[in-house]
């Protein structure tokens, strides 16, 4: 086989894969951006009170927290 003719059905290949790529995304159900936008702020301001990011870890349940401190004398 030539070497143009693998380079050839390669990139057809390749051009196969991206429109069954394409086809599989625009067949994707999706909503509309406000409708995301309303439940995204619906959901942080329902569970908001919980998240560590937004509220902090006590220090007694930090396991990242230094357990002991270094002392110089």
């Known amino acids: 086989m030539e ?10 290949l390749q051009a196969r894969r991206a429109v069954e790529q394409l086809r ?6 999706r909503i509309r951006i ?3 936008a309303t439940q995204l702020v619906q ?3 329902e569970h908001g009170r919980s998240d ?3 509220t902090g870890i006590a220090a007694s349940s930090n396991p990242f927290k230094d357990k002991k401190t ?3 004398l």
């Not at 599989?24 to 159900?29: H, R, V």
């Open 3 to 12: 070497a143009g003719k693998v380079c050839s059905s390669n990139s057809v």
């Open 52 to 54: 560590p990011l937004l």
């Open 43 to 45: 959901y942080c301001q």
């Open 34 to 36: 406000s409708v995301a």
């Open 24 to 29: 599989l995304e625009a067949s994707l159900e």
């Open 70 to 72: 270094c002392v110089l």
